[in-house]
């Protein structure tokens, strides 16, 4: 499951580029389905992180790996 989230997360890492922040994953817990990643750069630092995240990357991340349940950000 971890390698099928890192490669959807490759996937998502240009368009978060294009605006100046990126994405690393952090944990993947099999049991609970949930995903935790580290929003960095222009990312983690904006106002709308948390629409990105929920928006784009929580979505095409459930897109590509149906067992996800949810996708978090890191403290």
Do not use: H, W, Y
Request: aromatic content about 2%.
């Amino acid at each position: 499951m971890k390698d099928k989230v890192q490669k959807a997360i490759e996937a998502i890492k240009p368009m978060l580029e294009m605006d100046g922040g990126s994405i690393e994953l952090i944990e993947v817990d099999e049991k609970t389905g949930i995903v935790q990643v580290k929003l960095t750069g222009a990312c983690g630092a904006c106002p709308f992180s948390q629409m990105t995240l929920k928006g784009v990357v929580e979505r095409k991340i459930k897109e590509a790996v149906p067992e996800v349940k949810e996708v978090i950000t890191a403290n």
